[in-house]
């Protein structure tokens, strides 16, 4: 499954946003990337997501909501979600 390993090609785990997900968040091996359903809630998809970085996929543990690849690289979250969790991160202080 992980695919960015030295020696082979290197695909770096994408974080993008779907819609009719049967979950809040999948992990689709054919695309190398983690969906997320359109609309879900912030704290429950940054769970979800970690919880398939870390448990599924062996990727380290990231801290401050940040998303790490099982290679090391940051892993961004797409626009859409990126300015949702700036949104509540704001209204949590
Ligand atoms: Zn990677």
Do not use: H
Request: some cysteine; aromatic content about 4%.
């Amino acid at each position: 499954m992980p695919s960015c390993v030295p020696g082979e090609i290197p695909v770096c785990i994408v974080i993008s946003v779907a819609d009719d997900l049967p979950k809040i968040a999948i992990w689709d091996p054919d695309e190398v990337s983690i969906l997320v359903a359109r609309g879900a809630a912030v704290g429950e998809f940054l769970r979800e997501v970690e919880a398939i970085l870390t448990i599924d996929l062996g990727a380290p543990a990231a801290s401050d909501d940040r998303f790490v690849c099982f290679c090391g690289t940051r892993v961004e979250l797409p626009g859409e979600l990126a300015s949702l969790v700036a949104v509540t991160a704001c209204e949590s202080v």
